[in-house]
């Protein structure tokens, strides 16, 4: 970005909390003045909801930018605050996980169970010869296994690196090579879309050559057949179902690794994201208490992410089980058997806190109003959103049909770099906008800043930077400590003896509006240069989602010998849409209507998909591509490849 970005979209819309919920919210507007006021000492009080075996000496050490330690000194163990405390508590026959399988068949886990099972696996590692500060790698489907092994690695100080299920074996060999794992905790396979997929086909492919890895752990799961090499593959029930439940758990630094996780590869290769243990559980718990209202006694939380993302650990795994929350845990897809089952699992579980995506938010609104109608969704009393800009059509979308224009919606942004929630309405305070983040929660510092980093004023558009360290920060990418600082550090951070603040680099654009709320527009790589003007892709894509016949959309910005760059937009019509040249021409209608002429689209072409990374977010950069005519970059991380295949004849066609 040359400039600062133009801010095109306006939002009147506000919703104010319900006046119930406001009344008896966990957090009210007093934490923003409090953590304003008290700096790292916030942070200290919330450090406090956890059980710590030794306590820290010192709240944030930042005597070595960019690298922090949070609560030097302290020591605690993260399985013993998301288990052992709530049974000791007199929790033990609460509910942690009601799991549903996608073919219907169902497990409870007390807090007890889960505490039991976690044991087991502890003892069960110990056998095999992991110790603190090994690798386990974790390649499982989403069953209650996955949060055991998690959980298991972090009893014994073992850093787990999940990889998610859908991935190939060479990106499975990749992260594992990279984290030098020597366990890898795996399944026979798991069930996606009605059917029995491998996983432990992937694991042997993936192993092979592979120098680190002495042990697998397979779950059965599928019952399918599977390769078995003797002497390195256990099953999971012969070896960890076997083993003691009884097990003490030791108390590791604050600062020991937890975990490794590897981002979803949206704009570049993956990076393997090192996360400790006290700053990162005290921000993922107290974020979860803050923006979800838990009520532990009375919620029933759902997460729909996978584990192997960011989300699927800090808010199905680390923030629920600290805060003693009671669960849903779903395997399958949203369409199996048939495009209701969400809406099925919330009435059957009676959900009230539910958090998924804007992908998937705008997959049910195609998918049509009368899907949610047909069940009872009254017990939802909040909704999340994570992973992409959620376009404000979506956001209304998501409130008025599954919120019942009751339950409010907090739009939260956080990357796998921040490891918890950083921007983000509070559900008791905001008067939320449909579309907007909104503010920095208590204790973060964001700001957005332009070109030479000065803050933008009110009205203004550029860089998302973080300011101040927090708790659930990064602490490096693993193994490359000079990677870290360039990617986060260097566009504006201080170099080395120059005094300066550190400023953190988020590598995404957004604007503040005239009240000093934030917007987030997107990756800064997908900001597009048109006339000399910047625009994001984010607004032109809500402008095209704001337009009845539209359901999805993505928008990039290529190559044009006139404007330096057009917008080519790729549209998905509605359900029983006819697509013709006369509502191609009304859209960039619409479109320069809504965003002024200068947002009107050059090109817009209508497909039946979009390509998305395995966790469901638009990939612009090979779309890009297409409309420059390029062969594709890297397509190692989509979700289906044929999509592209489609779209790239559509375009060579005539228009
Ligand atoms: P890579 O860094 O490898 O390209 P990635 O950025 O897709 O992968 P994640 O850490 O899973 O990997 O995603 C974080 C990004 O998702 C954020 O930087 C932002 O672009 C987007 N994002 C997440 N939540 C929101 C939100 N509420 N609003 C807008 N964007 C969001
Ligand atoms: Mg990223």
Request: glycine share 10%; hydrophobic share 40%; with cysteine.
């Amino acid at each position: 970005m040359s400039e600062t970005l133009a801010n095109l979209l306006h939002e009147e819309r506000r919703f104010p909390p319900p006046a119930a919920l406001a009344a008896a919210a966990n957090v009210d507007a007093s934490a923003y003045a409090e953590a304003s006021a008290d700096g790292p000492a916030f942070w200290e009080r919330q450090a406090r909801r956890l059980h710590w075996h030794r306590p820290w000496t010192q709240a944030l050490d930042w005597s070595r930018p960019p690298f922090a330690r949070w609560f030097v000194g302290g020591q605690l163990n993260v399985a013993y605050n998301c288990l052992d405390r709530h049974v000791e508590a007199g929790h033990g026959d609460r509910v942690a996980i009601h799991w549903e399988g996608e073919p219907g068949d169902t497990r409870t886990l007390t807090y007890a169970d889960l505490h039991r099972a976690v044991c087991r696996a502890a003892n069960a590692l110990t056998d095999l010869g992991v110790a603190a500060g090994d690798r386990v790698a974790i390649y499982l489907p989403m069953i209650p296994e996955a949060a055991v092994a998690m959980l298991a690695c972090a009893r014994i100080g073992a850093t787990h690196s999940v990889v998610f299920g859908g991935f190939s074996a060479e990106s499975l060999r990749g992260r594992i090579d990279d984290a030098g794992a020597s366990v890898v905790i795996t399944a026979d396979g798991g069930y996606r879309r009605g059917k029995p997929s491998g996983l432990k086909a992937i694991v042997d492919e993936a192993l092979a050559g592979c120098a680190s890895v002495r042990h697998t752990l397979v779950v059965r799961r599928t019952g399918q057949r599977v390769d078995w090499v003797d002497g390195r593959d256990l099953w999971w029930h012969d070896t960890v179902e076997t083993a003691s439940d009884s097990h003490r758990a030791a108390a590791f630094d604050a600062e020991h690794p937890l975990f490794i996780l590897y981002t979803s590869g949206t704009t570049a290769k993956p990076k393997g994201i090192l996360h400790t243990t006290g700053g990162y559980l005290t921000q993922a718990a107290y974020t979860h208490h803050a923006v979800f209202d838990l009520k532990p006694d009375t919620d029933v939380y759902w997460c729909t992410a996978d584990i192997g993302w960011v989300t699927g650990h800090s808010y199905i795994v680390y923030g629920p089980l600290a805060n003693g929350a009671t669960q849903l845990m779903y395997e399958g897809t949203p369409d199996t058997p048939h495009r209701g089952r969400f809406w099925e699992l919330v009435e059957k579980y009676r959900v009230t806190l539910l958090y998924t995506a804007p992908t998937a938010i705008r997959t049910f609104a195609k998918w049509g109003d009368d899907v949610p109608a047909q069940f009872d969704l009254t017990s939802l009393r909040l909704l999340g959103s994570v992973g992409e800009p959620i376009n404000p059509e979506a956001w209304m979308w998501y409130r008025e049909h599954i919120g019942g224009n009751r339950a409010p919606v907090v739009d939260t942004w956080w990357q796998t770099e921040t490891g918890a929630m950083m921007i983000s309405p509070l559900p008791g305070v905001t008067a939320a906008k449909p579309g907007s983040a909104m503010r920095p929660l208590p204790g973060i510092g964001a700001d957005i800043v332009d070109d030479t980093g000065a803050s933008v004023p009110a009205g203004g558009g550029g860089f998302l930077v973080l300011r101040e360290p927090w708790p659930s920060m990064l602490r490096t990418i693993w193994g490359d400590d000079q990677r870290f600082l360039d990617t986060y550090w260097s566009r504006f951070g201080a170099g080395a003896g120059s005094g300066g603040d550190w400023v953190y680099f988020a590598g995404d654009g957004a604007k503040r509006d005239d009240d000093g709320d934030l917007w987030l527009l997107g990756r800064v790589d997908d900001v597009m240069l048109v006339s000399g003007h910047n625009i994001s892709t984010t607004e032109v894509e809500s402008a095209l989602v704001a337009h009845p016949a539209v359901a999805e959309a993505a928008v990039v910005g290529a190559t044009d010998p006139v404007t330096g760059q057009g917008i080519v937009a790729f549209a998905i019509p509605r359900g029983g849409v006819d697509g013709g040249p006369e509502l191609l021409a009304q859209l960039r209608e619409h479109v320069a209507r809504t965003l002024g002429p200068i947002a009107r689209p050059r090109q817009i072409m209508l497909v039946q998909e979009l390509p998305k990374t395995r966790s469901g977010k638009i990939m612009r950069r090979l779309l890009r591509d297409v409309a420059e005519r390029r062969s594709l970059g890297d397509v190692t991380t989509l979700q289906d490849s044929t999509v592209m295949d489609l779209i790239a004849a559509g375009m060579s066609a005539p228009a």
